[in-house]
């Protein structure tokens, strides 16, 4: 079975794909961490994310990369989403999830396109969502436990802009699949979105 779990940042995409992983047996890929990884490469080399020729030489990250915890970072997430804009980061990106995806047994995959470009034959396609301010305030308090010290409007911007690139690029834009269950956790505990999103996989996968 394979399960897709698009969302924008901070929805909860990722704990919640992490929990499904577990729950049903199954690998796990955060896609996201890919497009961290040439970020931060091409930050390290320098580089202009804008510039497409750049983003793309940035594909050749070592392995080692996706370990940092440094692509956790706000600042690398920032170059992740404006080198994700460009088709050939996209294209370079693609095999590897495709085969991640295609694994026997299946595999759990979050991200922005894995219901619409990776993986559309999915049996399992959640769209996780929430308020502006609700991911706002959750990025905050992770930080804020991070020891970082950070405005709050000053997040919520930086996520309202990261929003518009992702859901306003050409290739691949953040959508929910056609099909996809839209799972709002605005109002909802960590736990409490996770059993609403085991119902909804057993629910898709005529499980129940
Ligand atoms: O999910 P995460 O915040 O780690 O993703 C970082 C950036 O990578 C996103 O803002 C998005 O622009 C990009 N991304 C993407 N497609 C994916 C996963 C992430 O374009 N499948």
Redesign the pocket.
Known sequence: MIIAV?GP??SG??TIAKALAAHFGLPHL???????AV?RQLQLAGGNPDDPHAALAACDFPEALLEDDVLRSEEV?GY??RV??HPGV?RALFER?RTFALQEGGAVL?????GTV?APEAQVKLFVTASTAERARRRWLEMQSRGIAVDLAVIEADIAA?DE??TT?AD?P?MAAPGAVVLDTTTLGRGEAIAAAITAVRRQAGLE
């Open positions: 698009d940042t901070a995409k990722g955060d896609t996201g961490l890919l497009y961290r970020g997430g992740a989403s994700s804009v996209r999830q979050d991200g922005r396109d894995i990776i990261r690139r992702d690029r691949a953040l």
